[in-house]
């Protein structure tokens, strides 16, 4: 079964550190994989896409990394600010015409990031 | 601003009722994806259209049901609504019908009473 899965669930950093957030997923055959910022109660904006070939994107502060042969990507915040506090969603997406219920896209649950001054 | 725009924002109603929310997707965009967040749960796919068609289903209720107009909005219809309904209900757009890049909007939050 097609999976996307996220840790940790929840972290709590301080102002100024760095942290890093997982994601491994068995999405098969696999298209891209994206992560997004999702503010409470707000849509998700898309953070950066990897394909197949791309081991590493930086959006800013944020960089992606991603081992398409272990299947996993973390997603590394420098010098966080209050204003990363939110949750953070790695999705894949597989191929077209995979199907399935889940359609090409499989979300994780995000991890809730809590920044604290 | 993404350049999605959805309406309502917040919907209160009852169980047994019935719902019509509305997308406007970016300009230029063909795509509309749906999407459902109930509280503390991930993003579920509901339904994706392009141009007009239906493209992709995921997990959506049979009591639930959308379309995509020839002005390219969409609507999701919601229908003999249930508590467990109550929920975040995100549409997305994109320009292509293989989800690279899609745009959010803010979502309407509905409350089932």
């Known amino acids: 079964k097609n999976q996307v899965e996220q840790s940790p669930q929840s972290l709590i950093i301080l102002e100024g550190k760095n942290c890093t957030l997982q994601?491994?997923?068995?999405?098969?055959?696999?298209?891209?994989l994206r992560w997004y910022k999702q503010d409470t109660g707000r849509g998700p904006v898309s953070l950066t896409i990897?394909?197949?070939?791309?081991n590493t994107k930086s959006n800013g502060r944020y960089t992606a990394t991603l081992d398409a042969d272990t299947k996993q990507s973390s997603l590394h915040i420098t010098a966080s600010q209050l204003s990363d506090s939110a949750s953070y969603i790695c999705?894949?997406?597989?191929?077209?015409?995979?199907?399935?219920?889940?359609?090409?896209?499989?979300f994780g649950k995000g991890t809730k990031l809590s920044v604290k001054p | 601003d993404s350049g999605v725009t959805q309406t309502p924002k917040h919907l209160i109603t009852a169980t047994g009722q019935r719902v019509t929310l509305r997308c406007s997707p970016r300009?230029?965009?063909?795509?509309v994806y749906w999407y459902q967040q109930s509280l503390d749960q991930g993003l579920q796919f509901l339904i994706q259209?392009?141009?007009?068609?239906?493209?992709a289903k995921g997990n959506i209720l049979e009591r639930f049901s959308a379309q995509q107009f020839p002005d390219l909005h969409s609507e999701l219809n919601l229908s003999s609504l249930e508590l467990g309904d109550s929920a975040l209900y995100f549409c997305?757009?994109?320009?292509?019908?293989?989800?690279?890049?899609?745009?959010f909007g803010p979502g309407t939050r509905l409350t089932v009473t």
């Open positions: 997305a757009s994109s320009t292509r019908t293989d989800h690279y890049e899609q745009y």
């Open positions: 994601c491994n997923y068995t999405v098969s055959p696999f298209s891209n």
């Open positions: 990897m394909t197949f070939s791309e």
């Open positions: 999705v894949v997406s597989a191929l077209r015409n995979y199907g399935g219920s889940q359609g090409n896209l499989i």
């Open positions: 300009s230029g965009d063909l795509s």
């Open positions: 259209y392009y141009n007009g068609e239906e493209r």
